[in-house]
Every structure is written in structure tokens, then in C-alpha cells.
């Protein structure tokens, strides 16, 4: 196969590779990715060539972020069109590690990062920030790249990843890279194929509200009021909202007022099955 990254599929022979671009005095960033990519995921490989000579993007669904009532089973899967996508983006290398070479059957280790990961998304999904940072870990560790990429779109994540390299002294550098939007601001997620033509058109509803939102807050409306009508306008267009708040950037913690410039909204909702998240700064 010509028109195909390369593709390696077990921790040695990643570190192999890394190992020798290191030797060849070439910085190399890691983007970590469950696959189906989208615009959303290739534009880390962007983001990731501004600071490295050398890119590997690594594709596992992982399986420790799911609860046994998610949609593990059913998660987009494609491979081939993935591999022909990062090929044409000029990424340098793949990883597909298979299941046990992730976790061994006797695997014992988990990673939690207290506090942040309790809020937001870890509220309603408490089994999603251990997973995240027990594979993100290991595959910072397996890799040994000087960056790794990490979208605003999962924000709460980067800002878990970030703890959890720093608290364990893993000597990556952890970048952000701003969300990527479909036309009408629908923030790109691989699980917006699993939204019905209907919900598909009401989906941008939730950009759409935190940009109303961070606007009524500059204007001098109320927090409290400007989440509450948030709420409101989600609810009517039949979004199940799971939470809509006010957020210090940097630490996470709740504020009630725009004290400093880092002030950032987060939502999550349901549109049908289909959990949505998204965040903007004020
Ligand atoms: P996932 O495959 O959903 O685990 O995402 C892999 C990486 O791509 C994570 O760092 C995500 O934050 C990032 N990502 C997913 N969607 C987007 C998007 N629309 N814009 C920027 N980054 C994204």
C-alpha cells in the first residue's frame, strides 16, 4: 500500500521510532485520538508541526472511559478511511495499539486526578476522567514525545491531562488547540454522525447559546440569569441539558462573576442519546 502512513502496533516499535528521532535531534509530538477523524483531530497535526519536526497520531478507543451503559460497542470505527486522512495530512508515523497491548489481562493501574475531574463532565460521567488520564498517561509514557496535542473542545480534559503530566513529572509538554467548527458552529465530534437529520439541525443551538450567554455576561447581565435563560432556550429546543455554568479557565473552579479574563462557559447536553459538549471563553 502506497497512499498510507506508517503504521506500527506495539509499544516497541513506537519507541523504536521516537527513539531514533530523538537521536536524530528531531522533536516529535504525540495526538492521541479514539479514530473517525474528523477536521476537528487533523488540525493537531497542524498545530503539532508548529512545534515538531516529527508527528504520530495514535488511534484507541479506549475502553476505560466508557461506563457499560455507553457506547463503547457502537463507536464510530474506520480504520482505512482514518489511515488514507492522516496520510494526506502528512502525519509521520500511526500508532494502533490493539486491546491487550494497552491492558494486559492482569493490568492493575489507574490514574485519578482529584478535584477537577469531579465536575462538569466528571459529575454525570464519574468513570471518564480515570480512564482518560490512565490511557493518556500510558500513552505519553509509551511514546516519550517532547509535545503532545490536546483540543479546547474537551477542555476540561486538556486541563486534566496537563495536572496529570505535571503531577507525575512525565516530561511531555501538554499544547491546546482551539476548537474546529462545522459552518454553522456545531463544534466537530465524531459521535455528531450518530445525531438524527433533526437533531443534526438543532445541534448548533448549543454554540449558538454560549455565544448568547458570554454576551448577556459582558453586558453586565447577571451569571446567574444569563445561565438560568441558557438553560431555558436549550431546554425548549429539546436539548436535555446536563449542565450549563461559569467556570474559572486555568483552575476549573466555579466563579459567579467576571472578575479576571479568564472566565470560560461550559455545556453538556443531550440531543436524543447523543451527548454533546462544548465551551467558548467569555
Ligand atoms: P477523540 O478522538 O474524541 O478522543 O479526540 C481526540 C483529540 O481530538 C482530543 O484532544 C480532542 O479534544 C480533539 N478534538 C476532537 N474534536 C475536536 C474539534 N472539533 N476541534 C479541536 N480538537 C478536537
Known amino acids: 500500500m502506497s497512499n498510507t502512513p506508517d503504521v506500527v502496533r506495539t509499544v516497541k516499535e513506537l519507541r523504536g521510532i521516537t527513539a531514533e528521532w530523538r537521536r536524530d535531534g528531531e522533536a516529535s509530538a504525540l495526538i492521541p485520538t479514539m479514530g473517525a477523524l474528523h477536521e476537528g483531530h487533523l488540525s493537531l497535526i497542524d498545530l503539532a508541526h508548529e512545534h515538531a519536526d516529527r508527528s504520530v497520531v495514535s488511534i484507541f478507543v479506549n475502553p476505560k472511559q466508557f461506563s457499560p451503559a455507553e457506547d463503547l460497542a457502537t ?5 482505512e478511511g482514518d489511515l488514507e486522512k492522516l496520510y494526506e495530512r502528512d502525519a509521520d508515523l500511526v500508532y494502533i495499539p490493539d486491546g491487550p497491548e494497552m491492558y494486559p489481562p492482569d493490568f492493575s493501574t489507574s490514574i485519578g486526578v482529584e478535584g477537577m ?10 468513570h471518564f476522567f480515570g480512564g482518560v488520564a490512565t490511557v493518556v498517561a500510558k500513552l505519553l509514557i509509551q511514546a516519550q514525545c517532547d509535545y503532545a496535542v490536546f483540543g479546547e473542545k474537551d477542555y476540561q480534559q486538556l486541563l486534566v491531562v496537563r495536572r496529570m503530566a505535571r503531577d507525575l513529572n512525565i516530561p511531555t509538554e501538554i499544547l491546546g488547540a482551539p476548537t474546529v467548527r462545522e459552518d454553522d458552529g456545531l463544534a466537530m465530534s465524531s459521535r455528531n454522525q450518530y445525531l438524527s437529520r433533526q437533531d443534526r439541525e438543532m445541534a448548533p443551538h448549543l454554540y449558538a447559546v454560549l ?7 459582558r453586558a453586565g447581565v447577571a451569571v446567574g440569569k444569563a445561565l438560568h435563560e441558557g438553560v431555558q432556550v436549550l431546554a425548549q429546543a429539546g436539548f436535555d441539558v446536563d449542565y450549563l455554568e461559569l467556570r474559572d479557565g486555568r ?10 479574563s479568564s472566565g470560560r462557559i461550559f455545556a453538556g447536553a443531550y440531543l436524543g442519546k447523543t451527548r454533546l459538549i462544548d465551551n467558548i471563553a467569555v
Open 117 to 126: 475531574s469531579q465536575s462538569l463532565c466528571g459529575a454525570s460521567r464519574p
Open 75 to 79: 463507536y464510530p470505527r474506520d480504520e
Open 211 to 217: 455565544e448568547n450567554v458570554a454576551e448577556s455576561i
Open 251 to 260: 483552575t476549573l473552579e466555579p466563579i459567579d462573576a467576571l472578575t479576571e
